[in-house]
């Protein structure tokens, strides 16, 4: 039996709500939170084995593109950590419905916005 419903399995061209696009971003951003905390790791190894390479470190993170990098990192840290506070939020009842999630999503964007700001305005 055909529904005649439009099968479209193009992401690229499906017309997504706000909160499938924070629900998708939430995903990879927690993705994202694993290699990202293996580099810092490794950038902490290196600055601990001894004064030299310390202060190769410190050289190379005062690089513009070094600051954008991190920039850019904390930025997904402090995106991921405000949207599972939003799933906290809403796991207590608040926010569950369409409208609710509508007005989640757009406060969480906004919240990383200003966080990126604030972030580029302590780091630069």
């Known amino acids: 039996m055909k529904d005649g419903r439009p099968v479209n399995l193009d992401i690229s061209t499906m017309k997504l709500p706000i909160t499938a696009w924070a629900s998708i971003s939430h995903r990879v951003s927690g993705i994202l ?3 990202i905390f293996a580099l810092f790791l490794w950038v902490l190894q ?3 084995e001894s004064k030299e390479s310390f202060q190769i470190l410190q ?3 005062s690089a513009p593109l070094a ?3 991190i920039i ?3 930025t997904v840290y402090s995106y991921h950590l405000l949207a599972g506070i939003k799933h906290l939020i809403m796991d207590l009842g ?3 419905t369409f409208e609710g999630g509508v007005i989640g999503a ?3 964007f906004a919240c990383t ?3 990126f700001i604030l972030i580029s305005w302590w780091l630069w």
């Open 33 to 35: 939170t694993i290699p």
């Open 46 to 48: 290196l600055s601990l």
């Open 59 to 61: 050289e190379n993170f």
């Open 67 to 69: 600051k954008v990098f």
């Open 72 to 74: 850019l990192v904390l």
């Open 94 to 96: 608040y926010g569950e």
């Open 106 to 108: 757009k406060l969480l």
């Open 113 to 115: 916005g200003i966080s």
